[in-house]
């Protein structure tokens, strides 16, 4: 709780500002009074301007608040309000607040000149001041207090001249109940939590969108997985197709061969035919010139001449019948070369493309040797054969990779867990140490009383001993021998009485509480060596940390350099940490698969 302690008026209204007035406010309640014009509203404005910094009502902007120069018979006044009070953490805090007023040739000027906040360091007991601006003064204060402002003017300080505001008009009223009640900064919670309702719901539809995005993407995925089969099914099919082209290939072949031969044949029979044809018709001239020359006719009988006729026109006949049927045949081998020469084009498309896949297939080949290579140099993991691989040295120079990534997998999992497993017992014993330490300072604290303690008794009985020889300077010393007398001979009484008393058995007991105390002591230098033991856990645990640091760095290095390469295999996603190596893990699985069955492919 605060509360105001004193305040020093100089210079204010009719304050005079060559003396300081202090006015101390007692506790539980002060009362001030005097007649009119004595200060006492001066001094509730003096409360409220060093409080608040507001000027009271008809103050002409400070101009009839300061002490008037003409009164004092000076060009300039200055004016003071130095409020001592205890803050709502008990802690002592003087503000001081300084104004000036200055005659002009036809005005008055008003200055705030210095706003000052003094305070005490408890540790070396000086006076600290720190020097704020009037605004930054209007804010420290109440809040020092642990009142709002809005009260300190309307409630606790509010002015005589302004007491009747909860009289005035609804909207000034609900200002002023507003600024008392902080009601403003509900309303703006109020703004700031629809604002944040706002910006989550727009996050919402955001995360939904990407919602949508990744699930047409997994759509694309599934869509991709039921093409990849497709494809294999369609790669199946086409290989059987190969197989069968291949087989018609080997029947065109020995076709055109076959037609080739039937081809030559037909040649020499054109060739025979034209031949015949040359000899038929220089047979026929010479039969010309010789019919010519004949001397006399031919003395053949009608009927050996017809059948003769006969026989050369069914000869005739014959030999026409060859020459139509050779020429329906030459005419179904052109067609038929036509035919197989149109299928000799499409099957050499057919080897171009397959020499294509060829190539491309020796390409990934050589990519995957390369990549082997690579990864082998890179990690060490043994010698590799000569290069190109073959598919079975491949597979086992894979299959050597995949192992190699388990085990690294499987020695970084054993890592962690044995890391978790010594930061657990290391932060016990941590723990534990502070603990002790925690029960050791309390005890260190609790003997540092008890030794103020014991000091504070050895000043008193000082101060005793002192009280005590003044009272033996002034004490008769025939009364003190006599005294002394009695006293031997009571201490002779007693001693006889403390011989008969067991003194071993007090001895024993202190022996018995001596042992104790050693004991304990050497449970102490026991628990301060666990601590130094401790203290090397804790050193190996900060390296632990740091070599973990060094680690997390080393893989965002290997992540950072192969963000784009991982950016590629993922389709442009980055995934988080946590999830990249499952997603790294189920690509290579999918590339190994694919590599794996297009080796499998280009073997059959």
């Known amino acids: 709780m605060s509360t105001v302690d004193k305040m020093l008026i100089k210079g204010i209204r009719s304050f005079d500002p060559e003396n300081k007035n202090v006015i101390t406010f007692f506790k539980p309640l002060t009362l001030i009074v005097g007649p009119n014009g004595a200060g006492k509203t001066t001094i509730i404005e003096c409360l409220k301007l060093s409080c608040t910094g507001e000027l009271p009502p008809n103050a002409r902007s400070g101009h009839s608040f300061i002490h008037d120069p003409k009164v004092a018979g000076e060009t300039e006044t200055k004016g003071q309000i130095k409020l001592r009070f205890k803050t709502a953490a008990g802690k002592d805090v003087v503000c001081i607040r300084s104004f000036q007023l200055t005659q002009k040739a036809s005005k008055m000027e008003y200055k705030a000149i210095e706003s000052v906040l003094q305070t005490i360091n408890p540790h070396t007991g000086e006076k600290v001041c720190l020097s704020y601006r009037c605004a930054d003064m209007d804010r420290e204060i109440p809040a020092l207090m642990g009142v709002s402002k809005a009260i300190l003017e309307n409630v606790i300080f509010v002015h005589q001249d302004e007491s009747n505001w909860p ?94 031969t039937t081809l030559k044949d037909l040649r020499k029979l054109q060739d025979q035919i034209s031949t015949k044809t040359a000899q038929r018709s220089t047979l026929f001239k010479e039969q010309q010139k010789q019919y010519a020359a004949l001397d006399a006719e031919n003395e053949d009988t009608d009927e050996e001449l017809r059948e003769w006729k006969t026989k050369f026109e069914e000869r005739i006949a014959i030999l026409e019948n060859k020459i139509s049927k050779l020429e329906r045949e030459m005419n179904d081998k052109e067609t038929e070369s036509s035919f197989l020469k149109q299928s000799i084009n499409d099957y050499i498309w057919e080897i171009g493309k397959l020499q294509t896949e060829a190539e491309v297939h020796m390409s990934l080949k050589n990519e995957r040797d390369s990549t082997i290579q690579k990864l082998f140099a890179r990690y060490n993991l043994g010698s590799l054969p000569d290069a190109p691989f073959s598919n079975e040295a491949s597979l086992n120079l894979t299959n050597r990779i995949k192992s190699r990534l388990m085990d690294l997998e499987k020695d970084l999992e054993d890592k962690k867990k044995s890391n978790e497993q010594e930061l657990k017992t290391a932060w016990e014993s941590y723990m534990d140490a ?92 026991r628990e301060k060596d666990i601590m130094a033991g401790e203290s090397e856990d ?26 784009d390469k991982i950016r590629g295999v993922l389709k442009g996603r980055l995934p988080q940490d946590k999830d990249l190596k499952k997603e790294i893990t189920q690509a290579l699985r999918w590339v190994l698969l694919l590599n794996f069955y297009i080796m499998m492919c280009y073997d059959d």
């Open 167 to 260: 009289l005035q008009d609804p909207s000034t009223l609900k200002k002023k109940f507003d600024d008392i009640f902080s009601a403003t900064r509900y309303t703006k919670a109020l703004e700031v939590i629809k604002k944040l309702h706002k910006d989550q719901n727009q996050e919402i539809k955001t995360y939904k969108l990407k919602l949508e995005n990744l699930q047409t993407l997994k759509d694309a995925a599934y869509k991709l997985r039921e093409s990849i089969s497709q494809d294999q099914e369609k790669t199946e099919s086409l290989k059987s197709q190969m197989q069968e082209l291949e087989r018609n290939i080997q029947d065109v072949d020995a076709k055109i061969h076959h037609t080739e």
């Open 538 to 563: 804790r050193v190996k645990l900060s390296l632990k940390k740091a070599e973990l640091e060094t680690h997390k760095k080393k893989h965002k290095k290997i992540v950072d350099e192969y963000k």
């Open 434 to 525: 502070n603990d002790r330490w925690k029960n050791i300072e309390a005890q260190n604290q609790a003997k540092v009383e008890i030794k103020s303690g014991i000091l504070k008794r050895i000043r008193e009985k000082e101060n005793e001993r002192d009280l005590f020889e003044l009272q033996i300077s002034n004490v008769n010393l025939s009364h003190i021998d006599e005294r002394e007398n009695s006293m031997r001979i009571e201490v002779e009484r007693k001693t006889n009485q403390l011989a008969q008393r067991e003194y071993e058995l007090n001895i024993r007991q202190k022996q018995s509480e001596l042992f104790g105390i050693e004991q304990k002591l050497k449970a102490l230098n």
